[in-house]
């Protein structure tokens, strides 16, 4: 099973906005809408942020959204604040009954 | 609240064994599947192992397939993670976590295992 491709860094500013990507093939993202986001700050244990690519657990703040076209997801970060440092994974369900994570994407607050 | 404990972790050799536990409360275990997912030091997430709440469907990534066996115990509310033929490779710290949809809602604190001689 072949890893997500996250690029492995993102920023922006207080306020703003940014979008990670996650981009996989047929096999997981495109074949299936079961992507999902992790936020981990440093030391911490994952929490789950998007699921089923779109879909927000309770007490995700509404900042936090999720979208998919073809075979990649991406994870959109709205209203920046600096508690959103943190690094971001992505996952998909795959052929086969797997799961595939992208590497990690590290987002600074400037 | 959920809670899931990890036990089992610790300093192995290469080629040795380990068994992981996880102690669950807080939730209907013997209605929820469950998966162990690892991080290696410094490196990101890759997820394990997954059964179905009532045991009937396990699955591997495939660099544990043969090696690894997860189980569980819903009498006593626990998962199992019996770990053979270990790598150095396999130096991680181990989550046991929800299953949720296709994705993982609720996780242990993690437990380390160290493959080393």
């Known amino acids: 099973q072949s890893a997500l491709t996250q690029p492995p860094s993102a920023s922006g500013s207080p306020g703003q906005s940014v979008t990670i990507s996650c981009t996989g093939t047929s096999s997981d993202v495109g074949g299936y809408n079961y992507v999902s986001w992790y936020q981990q700050h440093p030391g911490k244990v994952p929490k789950l942020m998007i699921y089923?690519?779109?879909r927000r657990p309770s007490g995700v703040p509404d900042r936090f959204s999720g979208s998919k076209s073809g075979s990649t997801a991406s994870l959109t970060v709205s209203g920046l604040q600096a508690e959103d440092e943190a690094d971001y994974y992505c996952s998909s369900y795959a052929v086969s009954n797997k799961w595939v994570f992208g590497g990690g994407t590290k987002l600074t607050v400037l | 609240e959920v809670q899931l404990v990890e036990s089992g972790g610790g300093l192995v050799q290469p080629g040795g064994s380990l068994r992981l536990s996880c102690a669950a409360s807080?939730?209907?275990?013997?209605?929820?599947?469950m998966n162990w997912v690892r991080q290696a030091p410094g490196k990101g997430l890759e997820w394990v192992a997954y059964i179905k709440h009532d045991e009937t469907e396990k699955y591997y990534v495939d660099s544990v397939e043969g090696r690894f066996t997860i189980s569980r115990d819903n009498a006593e509310n626990s998962l199992y993670l019996q770990m053979n033929s270990l790598r150095v490779e396999d130096t991680a710290v181990y989550y046991c976590?929800?299953?949720?949809?296709?994705?993982?809602?609720?996780w242990g604190q993690g437990v380390l295992v160290t493959v080393s001689s």
């Open positions: 807080g939730f209907t275990f013997n209605f929820s599947s």
């Open positions: 976590a929800t299953d949720y949809g296709f994705a993982w809602d609720h």
């Open positions: 089923e690519v779109t």
